[in-house]
């Protein structure tokens, strides 16, 4: 079936450096894609998305590349802190409309003082 | 989280009770969503609802029920509990047309003996 997956389940930097969290998809029809980060016994929470229709998207301290020919994703997290610290989950949706989703498994972060 | 009530936060069954996780949200959003969470995994999506008056299956629905109230609800049922279904349950509200909100609420801690 179709999944999204992630290509390391663990991440561990030091402060101050950047991250790179990978991300694959097998849909070739997912239209729309978010990254969340989900602390220890919270909900996830929504950090950026990125559209099919762009390969590129930038927030604050974040970026996501999107890579449809090899169907990949990445989060890149600029000048890492301990509040990062968190498993970051990808997941695609169908349609901009955000109908059916599927989620990676996780990856792990851990920022080292 | 903001924006999403999710009731209750713990609840212990035994096998074959029934129960309800209610979930509320004041956004205004069209969909939401239930997910369950296995420890050291990702989410996996239950049922969703695109807009008020629709409902439809994700990727394990078997087991579970839900009721799109309105515009703000949107309930989850287990006619049967079984262990297998012992997992944190999410429900998230997302809006994905002109800007992008995703919330989700503090998750349902679900123990079935």
């Known amino acids: 079936g179709e999944s999204v997956g992630l290509h390391l389940p663990t991440l561990s930097v030091q402060e101050g450096d950047n991250s790179i969290i990978n991300c694959a998809y097998s849909n070739s029809a997912s239209d729309y894609f978010i990254w969340y980060k989900q602390e220890s016994g919270k909900g996830p929470q929504f950090i950026i998305d990125?559209?099919?229709?762009?390969d590129k998207r930038q927030g604050q301290r974040v970026t996501v590349l999107l890579n449809k020919t090899v169907k990949h994703l990445s989060l890149q997290i600029a000048a890492t802190q301990p509040g990062d610290s968190a498993v970051y989950f990808c997941?695609?949706?169908?349609?901009?409309?955000?109908?059916?989703?599927?989620f990676g498994d996780g990856t792990t972060l851990t920022v080292k003082p | 989280n903001a924006g999403v009530t999710q009731t209750p936060k713990f609840q212990v069954l035994k096998t074959g009770q029934s129960m309800t996780l209610q979930c509320a949200q004041d956004m205004n959003h069209n969909s939401m969503y239930w997910y369950r969470q296995d420890p050291g995994m990702g989410l996996r999506l239950i049922y969703y609802?695109?807009?008020?008056?629709?409902?439809d299956k994700g990727e394990v629905p078997n087991g579970y029920n839900v009721s799109r109230l309105n515009k703000r609800e949107f309930s989850l049922r287990l006619e049967s509990a079984a262990p297998s279904q012992t997992s944190v349950y999410f429900c998230?509200?997302?809006?994905?047309?002109?800007?992008?909100?995703?919330?989700f609420g503090q998750g349902t801690r679900l123990t079935v003996v």
């Open positions: 609802s695109a807009s008020e008056g629709t409902t």
């Open positions: 990125i559209r099919s229709n762009m």
């Open positions: 998230a509200s997302i809006r994905t047309v002109d800007g992008t909100e995703a919330f």
């Open positions: 997941a695609d949706f169908l349609n901009t409309n955000a109908g059916k989703s599927t």
